[in-house]
DNA sequence: ACACTGGGCCAC
DNA sequence: AAACGTGGCCCAGTGT
């Protein structure tokens, strides 16, 4: 328990935590900057409510700002006649963006918590706000709440907003009591429909404008110049202006505009005399020329580090690694930054302007031909975009948590774990001397108690290797590797390289048809320049290793333990915080290995270590402690490693469940966690808490989803579909042998099993073995095969889950411990009555090979030449080709739940009954709604799940729901 | 004190 | 070199 405190008050923050100055507060007082020193922490955590606290302070900054072509709103006249202008707008989108104070996004949910301290909006270079098309609406200080000006025209759905991460914005916007309506797209999800393989940290706003750096150029120069075709200057209105110019006097919109858009090339002296005058009376005036003067050609990206990153100083005067930023509140009230932060917060809502744009051309360019869609425009507005908004309704109701209940386990889990640790640590210590210390929490440790001695292969980052390869060795990957060399060991794999190889260099520019697979090719825009083998990021985004050089590791090494008892060793005056801990290694055979090389010590290799102690198997460590004569002790550490295993267990119930729900939950008690649409496939995620992977039923010992409650009178409606991925594979195969075996009903793995051994069919043929039996009709007259066969129905339920993540017979050689011939055999059977399947993997992995592309279902296409680019590494070739089979499976499951919560959620009878949705996971939906109706909504649930397609599939979708006071007991 | 990496584990 | 796909997150250890 010791070492468990010790880490909970020890914990990573991550959090910047910059000091920030705050200009005056008095605006009849000079604008004098450092009046204030403001020691602040700006942690998210922080109980410091910036917002409010500045309310009644006076920005001078904003008041003196004044930048040509950028209208900024510092009152609430100027408010009114901007919200005019956005009002007589509505046939266009309105890119907004906020930057906020009070929230730290990294850590924490935007429900109820953080405040907006200035917006900016762009509805295109032809709009005035009365500075320039470019608008920044002041919030803060003097402003606080200026926004709510903008209230009534952000909650009217005629209004289309466009942003890049609408949630964010749009629980900000709600935290002031705006209900932000008419949602018209938001870019990040433009962006993962247009490819979604370009990486976890490819889809900012920056790095997507980067991406499209090319065509948002040229978009923005052919609207200048679209504009300046559509005006005709005479010499007659030249002169009028001139005239008019002379006196002073305001000319007709119609006509500043006509001449601000005009080039006057080579006609005489007098006219370009004129026109450089009227340019400089008009620059005040019009918004497209001040755009194009002030803005056309500036620096695209919209890169914090870029404006406001410093590098940390050093103790010792030399410039650190880690970059700082100044906070929000900083940037909005410097003299020396305030420019910056207009131009960083303006072009923000700007550039997802034109990246909306450019994002649809691309989408149209996509094409599909599911239902009545043509491109991948055409989905995002029938299904990715109400789910888009669907997704903020989600986060923004949270799930109620009782936390009592969860007060309660976690006092539970807490003790349980003390019991535990002390049975394990016990029989450490009777290993060796000086180990009270031990952290059952590291792997390393762990390592080192059963394994050491052991030789390890040492891992080097990927950019040291890179760093090492001298530039020969680079342009050796970067040309043409030779097929025969680099092709893939199965056989089937060599067949698609060699005809992939062939058509490549066949009429490949010739082709100008539509729907041919080669123009679909050209259809994804390179991500980032190719590296030779690898995108070099784990799936989490985290840089990756490689493997190489050996190392040896000793019997015994020394772990640093914090110095708990204040030891003072010989010779020194004070104890030192920290001490050596020495772990002397018992030598255990290895059984596994991690990837780096290292001895594993996770779950099933200390399930072997510890055998069944309670059945009298004292697994690998008695074996051990038997040979050494020492029986006793091997029973002992059986029975700790056993105790070691429950620990690990309840650790991560307590701290990745049982902790992180209580504190995360709102004051109400709910649970908002943030959905988002960044997966490779169109499944969606979840974080801050990750809601979608809480404990299942049979790992629940302390019942955490029991804490997940329907609210007062109100009851949980928990559906999910049942071998949803199955279906839909027997569906995109257009498999008989599945599609019937779905129809017939009853349990689909037994059916499996039937199909993979014909002894099994030749026995239900014959009446003497059972497919399944009603209990109601009493006992059955035969046998029946999930019992009689039951690790033969097992085998068939184990490779109906695997095989459509492609995995392979080595990979159920080594699950089953058997050999690979049968293990083959194996996967031979499953395939033997479903050779569509077989055919369709086939051709899948050959245009995934030849175009570097899989589409789903719904036609949304994964990109994945990255892995099955002929230049890349084998494993990821291969890699590349299991995902090109999975994706079609898991996203076209993924498109179809899509489907189902976007007619449930705008279904009037649910509306009507009161019943909302709350979590999706994956194949499961989860609403709340009144105690009283629960049941017809129930049936009216299963109804739309089960049609949730405009044009049904080759079979049905079944559902199974229940209904319950809260998320265990819907199991 | 913080950032990063490796190991491990939860879900579907 | 890897052998089962898609995710998020917690902890320990180490480098800066």
Redesign the pocket.
């Given at each position: 328990m010791i070492?468990f405190l010790k880490?909970?008050t020890?914990?990573?923050?991550?959090?910047?935590?910059p000091v920030f100055r705050f200009c005056t507060a008095n605006p009849s007082n000079n604008d004098v900057l450092g009046d204030y020193v403001i020691k602040s922490k700006m942690s998210g955590h922080s109980s410091e409510n910036l917002y409010e606290k500045y309310k009644n302070f006076y920005n001078v900054q904003i008041e003196k700002i004044n930048i040509p072509g950028t209208t900024i709103v510092k009152n609430r006249d100027q408010a009114h006649k901007v919200v005019k202008i956005l009002k007589s707008l509505p046939n266009r989108e309105h890119a907004w963006d906020t930057e906020t104070v009070d929230v730290d996004a990294k850590l924490e949910s935007p429900i109820g918590k953080g405040k907006i301290i200035c917006a900016s909006a762009f509805c295109g270079i032809d709009v005035d706000f009365g500075n320039g098309p470019r608008l920044f609406i002041d919030n803060f200080a003097q402003n606080t709440d200026l926004i709510l000006i903008f209230k009534e025209y952000l909650e009217d759905s005629r209004y289309k907003k466009i942003w890049h991460n609408y949630g964010f914005d749009r629980h900000i916007f709600y935290n002031h009591g705006i209900n932000v309506q008419g949602f018209g797209g938001d870019t990040m999800h433009l962006a993962r429909l247009a490819d979604p393989s370009r990486g976890?940290k490819e889809y900012s706003l920056a790095n997507v404008t980067k991406h499209y750096e090319e065509e948002i150029k040229y978009l923005k120069r052919s609207l200048i110049d679209d504009l300046r075709k559509s005006i005709q200057v005479n010499t007659q209105e030249l002169q009028t202006v001139l005239t008019a110019l002379q006196k002073g006097a305001d000319l007709p919109h119609e006509i500043i505009q006509k001449f601000q858009l005009h080039r006057f090339n080579s006609r005489d002296e007098q006219i370009h005399f004129i026109n450089d005058q009227m340019q400089k009376w008009l620059i005040k005036k019009q918004p497209a020329y001040l755009y194009e003067k002030y803005y056309l050609n500036t620096n695209l990206k919209t890169n914090m580090k870029q404006l406001f990153g410093k590098k940390k100083y050093l103790k010792d005067g030399k410039e650190?690694?880690?970059i700082e930023f100044p906070n929000t509140i900083r940037m909005h009230t410097d003299p020396e930054l305030i420019e910056k932060w207009v131009h960083y917060s303006c072009l923000d809502a700007e550039i997802t302007f034109f990246v909306f744009q450019v994002l649809k051309d691309e989408l149209k360019s996509l094409s599909t031909n599911f239902e009545d869609m043509r491109n991948m425009l055409d989905l995002y507005n029938k299904y990715w975009k109400p789910f888009g908004e669907i997704l903020t309704d989600l986060e923004r109701r949270g799930f109620e948590l009782n936390l009592e209940h969860l007060d309660k386990i976690r006092v539970q889990a807490e003790n349980d774990m003390i019991k535990l640790e002390k049975q394990f640590l016990d029989w450490v210590c009777s290993t060796q001397q000086g180990v009270e210390q031990f952290?059952y929490?590291?792997?390393?440790?762990l390592?080192q108690l059963f394994f050491a001695p052991f030789k390890r292969k040492k891992?080097v980052?990927k950019d040291k290797i890179d760093a090492n390869l001298d530039e020969k060795e680079k342009k050796d990957l970067e040309g043409i590797k030779n097929f025969e060399e680099n092709s893939a060991?199965d056989d089937e794999d060599d067949n698609f390289r060699q005809e992939s190889f062939n058509e490549q260099n066949e009429d490949y520019d010739e082709d100008d048809d539509e729907e041919s697979p080669q123009k679909k090719k050209r259809l994804f825009k390179k991500a980032k320049p190719q590296e030779d083998d690898d995108d070099g990021y784990l799936?989490?985004g985290?840089?990756?290793?490689v493997?190489k050089e050996e190392d040896d590791i000793p019997q015994t090494k020394a772990?640093?333990v914090l110095n708990i008892k204040g030891i003072i060793p010989e010779g020194k005056k004070k104890p030192p915080k920290q001490l050596d801990m020495n772990i002397t290694g018992l030598g255990l055979d290895v059984i596994n290995l991690?990837?780096?090389g290292?001895p594993?010590?996770?779950?099933p290799v200390l399930k072997i270590l510890a055998g069944n102690p309670k059945k009298g198997n004292y697994g690998a460590i008695g074996e051990y402690y038997k040979q050494k004569g020492d029986e006793e002790m091997g029973k002992k550490a059986s029975q700790a490693i056993e105790s070691l295993i429950q620990l690990?267990?309840v650790e991560?119930l307590l701290?990745?469940f049982i902790i992180?729900l209580r504190e995360l939950a709102d004051k109400d008690g709910r649970i908002h966690c943030s959905l988002?649409m960044?997966?490779?496939?169109g499944?969606i995620?979840?974080?801050?808490?990750?809601l979608?992977?809480?404990?299942?039923h049979d790992?629940d010992v302390y019942k955490i989803r029991s804490a997940f409650q329907a609210g007062k009178g109100k009851k949980l409606i928990v559906a999910d579909y049942g071998q949803l991925e199955l279906r839909i594979l027997a569906h995109m195969t257009n498999c008989k042998a599945m599609i019937d075996a779905f129809k017939m009903g009853g349990d689909f793995h037994s059916r499996t099993a039937m199909g993979m051994y014909p002894k099994l069919k030749e026995e239900i043929e014959k009446g003497e073995l059972l497919l399944e039996w009603d209990k109601s009709q009493g006992e059955p007259p035969a046998p029946l095969l999930k019992d009689k066969y039951s690790s033969e129905r097992k085998k068939a339920k184990m490779m109906n889950f695997?095989i459509a993540?492609?995995?392979?017979a080595?990979?159920?050689s080594?699950?089953w411990n058997c050999s690979m011939k049968e293990a083959q055999e194996a996967l031979d059977a499953w395939f033997a009555d479903r050779k569509e399947v077989k055919e369709w993997q086939d051709n899948t992995k050959k245009i995934a090979l030849e175009h570097g592309y899989t589409q789903t279902m719904m036609g949304r296409y994964r990109n994945l030449e990255r892995l099955t680019h002929s230049k890349s590494a084998?494993?990821l070739v291969?890699?590349g080709l299991?995902?090109s089979i999975?994706t079609p499976i898991?996203g076209g499951a993924a498109d179809l739940v899509i489907a189902a919560m976007v007619k449930v959620s705008k279904d009037p009878k649910l509306n009507e009954l009161g019943y909302e949705l709350l979590l999706q996971?994956?194949?499961?939906l989860i609403l709340e709604g009144p105690e009283e109706h629960a049941q017809e909504a129930l049936a009216r649930v299963i109804e739309i799940m089960e049609n949730p397609l405009d044009t049904p599939l080759l079979l049905k979708m079944e559902v199974d729901a229940k209904v319950g006071n809260n998320w265990y007991e819907c199991k």
């Open positions: 070492t880490r909970l020890n914990k990573n923050t991550q959090i910047n935590k976890p650190g690694k880690t952290n929490s590291s792997a390393q440790q390592q891992r980052t060991i799936s989490d985290r840089k990756k290793s493997r772990f640093k991690t990837d780096s290292m594993a010590a996770d779950l690990k267990q991560t701290t990745t992180p988002n960044n997966t490779e496939t499944r995620s979840a974080r801050k808490p990750n979608m992977n809480q404990p299942s790992k695997s993540y492609g995995k392979s080595h990979g159920f080594k699950d084998r494993h291969q890699h299991r995902a999975n898991q996971i994956h194949d499961e």
